[in-house]
């Protein structure tokens, strides 16, 4: 078993990937938000430490092989802030991940970001990142690509990430490779509930929103293979049989999630539908009383499990081709 230590973990998204291969084991995740903490423990054998990352010590953390984690990219994305590693509240987690590789010297380091992470100003974040690896003894050792889950994973949903993997044997390196695209099989048909009822408070019907949303929803909404989103005045209509990228601020105010029309009216994506989205599998469980807001925000800063899957594959065998 190759011992893994998740940062960030959120709900477990990597972690889940990883743990499909049968060939990892989660020995320490750290994530301080203690909503998402209990969506993982509720999913999870693993007891997460829900310190700040920022307080925890080196020696604190288990011997591992493979570190993993997607840094939170609140100052990456486009839809951030774009001020990288300068925004003082969340600029500096991937430091704090350099502080335990540039010691530890796992086998691995797996990162997952937003696209945005290569460009951000001028490609100068992305240039640290990768100097702060080189430095660590992962020089001419890593390999990232930016991949879309619908070309990559086999899950409808429109979702570049970069996923970057450093490796510290060469070997091990000259053993792995990125993923290959495959068909996109799965329809968003088969991922949502078209056919059935679901709690009465998703659906949009006449009267429950302020002004003509529902009368504009219902003209424009014609077509069951597509997802659609409101925004403010309008109403956008996504490629057919793709969800747009889900996002953390989905489900607050202004931020709508994305909507479908079924067989009992127009109405919006359920939370658990939103973590299917990410390629989640049907045993993953919601914690009860729960607000959906959470649960949406969960699903958003989350990953496509089976994108991490076919990585985590690929890691675990060139490992195992070395050993
Ligand atoms: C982009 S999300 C990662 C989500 C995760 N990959 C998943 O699949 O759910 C980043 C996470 O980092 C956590 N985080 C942010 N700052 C932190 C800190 N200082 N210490 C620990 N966790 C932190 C956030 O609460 C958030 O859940």
Redesign the pocket.
């Known amino acids: 078993m190759y011992k893994v230590c998740s940062l ?7 972690d889940l990937g990883f743990l499909q291969t049968n060939e990892c084991e989660v020995v320490y995740a ?4 203690k909503y ?1 903490v209990t969506t993982y423990e509720k999913n999870f054998k693993t007891k997460v430490d829900c310190r ?3 307080e925890v010590k080196l020696e604190e953390i288990p011997e591992f092989d493979i570190m993993v984690g ?4 609140t100052s990456f994305s486009v839809a951030g802030y774009r001020k990288g590693f300068e925004d003082d509240r ?1 600029g500096d ?1 991937f430091f ?1 991940m350099e502080r335990i590789f540039k010691v530890r010297k796992p086998r691995v380091i797996f990162l ?1 970001n937003v696209k945005n992470l290569v460009g951000h100003d001028n490609g100068n974040t992305f240039r640290t990142i990768i100097k702060c690896l080189e430095e660590a003894g992962y020089k001419d050792k890593i390999r990232y690509n930016v991949l879309n889950a619908c070309e990559y994973g086999d899950v409808p949903q429109n979702r570049e990430r970069i996923y970057i993997v450093a490796f510290r044997e060469k070997e091990d390196y000259d053993n792995f490779q990125m993923p290959l695209p495959i068909q996109l099989n799965t329809t968003i048909k088969k991922v949502f509930n078209f056919d059935g009822k679901v709690d009465e408070k998703y659906y949009y019907t006449e009267g429950k929103f302020k002004g003509d949303i529902y009368k504009q929803l219902s003209e424009e909404m014609n077509d069951d293979n597509t997802v659609y989103q409101w925004r403010r005045k309008y109403v956008r209509k996504n490629q057919s049989n793709l969800v747009p990228t889900l996002t953390a601020n989905m489900g607050e105010g202004g931020h709508n999630v994305p909507l479908i029309k079924t067989k009992y009216g127009i109405r919006k994506l359920t939370p658990i539908e939103c973590f299917y989205a990410q390629g989640y599998p049907q045993n993953y469980v919601l914690p009860d009383n729960m607000s959906d807001a959470r649960l949406y925000k ?1 699903a958003g ?3 496509v499990v089976p994108v991490i899957n076919r990585i985590a594959n690929n890691i675990v065998s060139a490992l195992d081709s070395t050993n």
């Not at 750290?30 to 938000?33: L, Q, S, V």
């Not at 997607?70 to 990219?73: D, I, K």
Request: charged share 20%; with cysteine; hydrophobic share 35%.
């Open positions: 960030f973990a959120g709900v477990g998204g990597i750290n994530e301080f938000d998402a700040d990352i920022h997607g840094f939170p990219c969340t987690l704090e997952e969960q800063n989350s990953v």
